[in-house]
C-alpha cells in the first residue's frame, strides 16, 4: 500500500521538536478480524495530528492500543522514548490521557469531583494520609481542587462546578470530559470524536480550545468525522481505512486524496486494501456460522445470529463508570456498541469548506 507522509512540518512553538508518541507496526485482531494493521504513527511536540477513516476502519482501537485498554498483537507504543505498560492506569501516569467516543463520566458525581477523579494520579497522598485527614492530606486536597477549579475554568465549566455530571446538556458534558483527561496533567491528549453531538457554535468553540491546549504544550492526537474540524485543527492528517493507514500528510494533501474522498463516499478503490481483510471475515463469519451450527444441532436461526452478531468495542455505553482504572481485554469486551455518534462527512460536502482548509489561531 502507499503511503504519503510528511513529517517535516515544524512544531509552531520554535522549540525543539520531541517526538512525544510513537507508534510502530501497531496490529490488533479480534480472532479473525485484524482491526488495527500494522500501523505507524508520530505525534511531535507541539503538533496537533488528526486521524481520520470511515466507520469500523479501526480508529478507536488503534486509541485502546495506545492507552492499554487492549494490548497490541504486534507492534510497539513509545511514549517519549519510553515503552508503554500495557495498562491504562500506567498509561496515563506517564502521560497520555484520552476522552472517550461514548462520555464516561461519574454521572453522579458533580463536575468537580469528576475533574478531582482525573488528578488521582498526580496526587501523592496516600492511604493513611486520606484517611488520618493529616495537614498533608488537607494541603494536598485544596492543592486538587484549585487546579481543577483552574482547568474548568479553562474549558468554561467553572460556574457548574457543583452540578451534578448528569444534569450538563451533552456538548458540556464533552468538555468536562476534556478538563477530566487534562487533570491528569498529560503531555499528550488523545480525543476521540470530540465534537460528536455539538451543534457547530460548540464545534467551533471545541476548536478553539483544543488550538489553547496544543498552545499550552500538550499534544493532540484527535479522531474526528467532521472534516472541516479536522482541516481546519491538524498539523498532519492520518487516514485509516480497513485498519490499515491509507495517507497521511499535511491536510491540503489529505483531503485532495482520491483514495480518501473514494474511502468517505463509498466507492471502489483500484487496488482495494480491503480484499484481503475482507476475505478474512467471511472466512471467521463462516467459521462462527458453523459453530453455531454445530452447538445448535443445525437450527437455521442459532447459525444466523452467531454469524451476525456484531462485535462489540472495549467501550461502555454512556454514563459508565471511566475506564482508566478498569482496564479492558478483547476477551471481556462483550459490550455492544451503542455509539450513535453522527457518521462521517465526507470531504468535498457541505460541512467542507471550498476554499480549501483555514488554519486558524496557529501559534
Ligand atoms: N473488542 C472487540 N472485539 C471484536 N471486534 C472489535 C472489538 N472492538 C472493535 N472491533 C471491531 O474492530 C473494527 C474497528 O472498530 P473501531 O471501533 O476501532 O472503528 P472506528 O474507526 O473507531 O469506527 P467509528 O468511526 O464508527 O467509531 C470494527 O470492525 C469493530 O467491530
Ligand atoms: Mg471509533
Keep these: ?42 505525534v511531535n511536540s507541539g503538533e496537533i495530528v488528526g486521524l481520520i477513516g470511515p466507520n469500523g476502519a479501526g480508529k478507536t482501537t488503534f486509541f485502546n492500543c495506545l492507552t492499554g485498554l487492549y494490548i497490541p498483537t ?10 508503554l505498560p500495557p495498562k491504562s492506569f500506567k498509561v496515563t501516569a506517564a ?36 484517611l488520618l485527614r ?66 457547530p457554535q460548540e464545534t467551533r468553540a471545541a476548536e478553539e480550545l483544543i488550538f489553547a491546549i496544543r498552545d499550552q504544550g500538550i499534544a493532540v492526537l484527535v479522531i474526528e468525522h467532521d472534516m472541516r474540524f479536522i482541516f481546519n485543527l491538524c498539523d498532519r492528517v492520518a487516514c485509516l481505512v480497513q485498519g490499515q493507514k491509507l495517507i497521511e500528510g499535511t491536510a491540503s494533501v489529505v483531503q485532495s486524496d482520491e483514495r480518501v474522498i473514494a474511502a468517505y463516499l463509498g466507492e471502489p478503490f483500484e487496488a482495494a486494501p480491503g480484499d484481503e ?50 482496564p479492558a481485554t478483547p476477551a471481556d469486551t462483550t459490550t455492544p456498541d451503542d455509539d450513535t455518534t453522527p457518521k462521517a462527512t465526507a470531504p468535498g460536502d457541505d460541512t467542507t469548506p471550498s476554499s480549501g482548509p483555514r488554519k486558524e489561531n496557529d501559534a
Design 1 to 42: 500500500m502507499t503511503t504519503t507522509t510528511d513529517t517535516t512540518a515544524p512544531a509552531p512553538t520554535g522549540k525543539a521538536v520531541e517526538t512525544v508518541l510513537d507508534a510502530r507496526g501497531v496490529t490488533m485482531r479480534f480472532g479473525g478480524l485484524t482491526a488495527v494493521r500494522d500501523v505507524d504513527l508520530t
Design 74 to 83: 504486534e507492534g510497539e507504543v513509545r511514549y517519549k522514548g519510553t515503552v
Design 95 to 130: 502521560g497520555i490521557a484520552r476522552t472517550f467516543q461514548n462520555i464516561r463520566l461519574f454521572s453522579n458525581m458533580t463536575v468537580l469531583e469528576n475533574v478531582l477523579v482525573g488528578r488521582h494520579t498526580r496526587t501523592k497522598e496516600g492511604l493513611w494520609s486520606a
Design 134 to 199: 493529616g495537614p498533608g492530606f488537607h494541603k494536598a486536597e485544596a492543592a486538587s481542587r484549585a487546579r481543577a477549579m483552574e482547568l474548568l475554568e479553562f474549558v468554561g465549566l467553572a460556574n457548574k462546578a457543583e452540578h451534578l455530571s448528569r444534569n450538563l446538556p451533552y456538548g458540556e458534558q464533552r468538555k468536562l470530559e476534556i478538563a477530566r483527561a487534562l487533570a491528569s496533567e498529560p503531555g499528550l491528549l488523545l480525543l476521540d470524536e470530540p465534537t460528536a453531538g455539538m451543534n
Design 277 to 326: 481483510e475482507a476475505a478474512e471475515v467471511a472466512a471467521a463469519e463462516k467459521r462462527a456460522a458453523e459453530a453455531a451450527t454445530e452447538e445448535t444441532g443445525g437450527t437455521k436461526e442459532a447459525a444466523g445470529t452467531g454469524a451476525t452478531a456484531a462485535p462489540g468495542t472495549a467501550e461502555a455505553p454512556s454514563g459508565a463508570a471511566p475506564a482508566d482504572d478498569t
